[in-house]
């Protein structure tokens, strides 16, 4: 089988990138893509029919010997792996050149080849000490590329926010891997679900997984990081490293056996992240923490889905199940194609403007007019919209969910709370993007410097018309993928294996296909158009205004007013209103921010608690022997009162 040789080339190719790629940027570039470009057939092998490679090694890393395993779980996410850090990588070489950053650029491209070399090992690990190492050099790789413009005090704290919430994770993980190893006697990993004593493992994986995929309320580092990283960095890190904690949870949900209330409360998470991370993004008034905000919202449907898939292993292997679990798979790629080439986007407009707050832009349209029309169809794809790939899988979802409802059994109480709160996300996610392509786009430059505004170049925009392409593809033909969806599917759990494609899928993937082609010539004729005929520019709308300004335009925030002012009790918005005063005001304003509500009112308070305990009680800890003495004393005294008093009638 090729796909062993082929995992060892990736692995040498990403290892020569991090020991040459500093210097030679052309080589390291050559070497990252050669690297990745490995991994990913080794993938699509496994993936479409070569079977699941495995292998054993006689030399051990403390004390266990390396067991490596290519299942058609790992390779599904392999697979976007190489895809989003392909494209990203190939952005960078422009977007974050030595020219621009001659200080951070070598060192970012280092790490970058070790964060994607990393997060390969964790998907092929199936040692769970093992596992643990390539989790926690993922995380601190991850740092390093958040904090590579670490001059700025928000991207230190950004960075040391994410440090934070990664370690919370893995002392999670540490406790699930080492409870796992303590019951079963071995480190080794594999299919265990007949040990029914393991299943309440789950809630320990569930935390530690769900503090990476930025479930909430566990999404505290998430906006900050994913806003105050390089735009390429966002790209990976919401297009696919927050995918790696959905990766852990789908893989041991599938190798353990899990408590019966599993799918109940996954169902349930996933829920409410989709609205209240939907409900976060509208009221955002910086385009790249409004993205951040939006990943919750799509980690919540995939959640919904693979809820759905348990609960439906509880109620006897329901045929709903499958059509839920495949929508969940489908929506991780969806979701990390849209929101990479998003984030993409954002760093052209962050790279032309050099602002990243929505009421100092609009208007680019005119001078970004490929960034613009590649964000809006990723905003399209991204609000569930048809004919693009997101309306495939987030429709799956539904009609499983839709299914169980059907049954009147007992899921369908999860069922349609979940498909009612999905709809409301859709709906939310659907006015966010309409605000942020309207704020950025259209209507007049509110700056002098949006309105010099430049667009990319061709490194940085042709791994966003790649990524677009895969949205379109994978929207009209949905069918190319089922193979591959349902390899995983059965290695998550066999009994549904073979399960056929549905009828309507089928005619579907031919109406998505008849209306983008549609689409694309109503475009096409339009733009005929517009050149034999010409453009002609004017005001939109001037109320009556004899010389109305950019000033006078919609803001950020009061397009979005209404809507998340019915979730004002959990976005705890802080105004700072002047009113109008006197005849002639010389001046008048209202500005609204939104906190991190969650950081700021519950993480925060907790953590300057336990800051200020650990304070004081270090303290204690001053060197003198003879108050070390009378804490020895007054140690035993207490514990003689307790005997004492615990001894008596």
Not at 29 to 49: I, Y
Not at 556 to 562: G, K, M, P, R, W
Request: net charge positive; aromatic share 10%; charged share 10%.
């Amino acid at each position: 089988m090729m796909v062993g040789p082929l995992l060892l080339a990736a692995a040498l190719g990403l290892l020569l990138s991090i020991l040459l790629g500093p210097r030679n940027p052309r080589t390291g570039l050559g070497l990252t893509l050669g690297g990745m470009a490995a991994a990913l057939v080794a993938a699509l092998l496994v993936l479409f029919g070569a079977g699941e490679w495995e292998w054993r090694s006689l030399y051990t890393l403390g004390g266990q010997a390396f067991h490596l395993r290519m299942d058609a779980i790992s390779a599904f996410f392999i697979a976007l792996l190489c895809v989003v850090g392909g494209a990203g990588t190939v952005y960078a070489r422009e977007y974050w050149s030595d020219a621009h950053y001659p200080a951070s650029a070598p060192k970012g491209r280092a790490w970058w080849s070790g964060f994607i070399l990393t997060m390969g090992m964790v998907l092929v690990s199936s040692n769970g000490l093992h596992f643990l190492i390539g989790w926690e050099l993922f995380a601190v790789c991850s740092y390093f590329l958040i904090t590579l413009e670490n001059k700025l005090p928000a991207v230190r704290a950004a960075g040391w926010l994410y440090l934070g919430a990664s370690h919370v994770g893995t002392l999670f993980l540490f406790a699930f891997f080492a409870a796992l190893s303590a019951q079963t006697g071995s480190w080794d990993l594999g299919p265990m679900r007949e040990q029914a004593h393991l299943a309440p493992l789950f809630w320990l994986a569930l935390a530690g997984f769900g503090v990476k995929c930025g479930l909430f309320p566990l999404h505290v580092w998430l906006p900050s990081a994913h806003a105050n990283a390089p735009s390429h960095v966002s790209a990976i890190m919401s297009g696919f490293s927050i995918k790696m904690g959905i990766y852990g949870i789908i893989r041991f949900s599938g190798w353990l056996p899990v408590p019966a209330q599993a799918g109940w409360v996954v169902i349930g998470l996933g829920a409410v992240s989709a609205v209240i991370g939907i409900a976060f993004a509208l009221a955002q008034t910086d385009y790249k923490r409004l993205l951040a905000y939006c990943s919750v919202e799509n980690i919540g449907i995939i959640l919904i889905g693979i809820g759905a898939a348990l609960l439906a292993i509880t109620q006897g292997n329901a045929p709903w199940g499958p059509l839920a679990l495949v929508g969940a798979l489908f929506h991780v790629w969806n979701h990390g194609i849209c929101k990479a080439m998003l984030f993409l986007g954002a760093g052209s407009v962050l790279h032309a403007t050099e602002t990243r707050e929505i009421n100092r832009l609009g208007g680019l349209w005119r001078t970004m007019p490929w960034t613009a029309t590649l964000f809006s169809l990723g905003a399209v794809a991204m609000s569930g919209l048809p004919p693009l790939n997101n309306f495939i899988s987030e429709w799956l979802i539904y009609l499983g969910l839709f299914d169980a409802v059907t049954t009147k059994g007992a899921a369908a109480w999860a069922a349609i709370p979940a498909a009612i709160l999905m709809a409301t996300a859709g709906a939310l996610a659907l006015a966010t993007f309409v605000k942020v392509c309207s704020m950025l786009f259209l209507g007049a430059p509110r700056t002098k410097a949006v309105e010099h505004a430049h667009e990319c170049g061709l490194l940085m925009r042709g791994p966003m018309i790649a990524l677009a392409s895969l949205c379109v593809l994978l929207g009209v033909a949905p069918v190319l993928v089922w193979p591959a969806l349902m390899r995983t599917m059965a290695v998550w759990h066999p009994a549904w294996n073979g399960v056929d494609v549905p009828a309507p899928l089928t005619v579907l993937s031919i109406t998505q296909g008849v209306l983008a082609l549609v689409l694309i010539t109503a475009a096409l004729w339009l733009w005929k158009k517009i050149q034999a005929n010409g453009l002609s520019r004017g005001l939109t709308w001037d109320c009556g205004y004899a010389e109305p300004s950019a000033r006078m335009q919609y803001t950020s925030s009061s397009f979005a007013d209404i809507a998340a002012g019915w979730f004002a009790w959990i976005l705890r918005p802080v105004l700072n209103l002047r009113r109008p005063r006197g005849l002639l005001p010389a001046k008048a304003f209202r500005l609204e921010h939104i906190p991190e509500t969650v950081l700021d009112n519950w993480i925060g308070p907790i953590a300057t608690g336990i800051l200020f305990v650990s304070t004081n009680v270090r303290r204690l800890q001053h060197g003198r022997l003879q108050y070390y003495i009378l804490y020895v004393v007054a140690g035993l005294a207490a514990l003689g009162i307790v005997v004492l008093t615990q001894g008596m009638p």
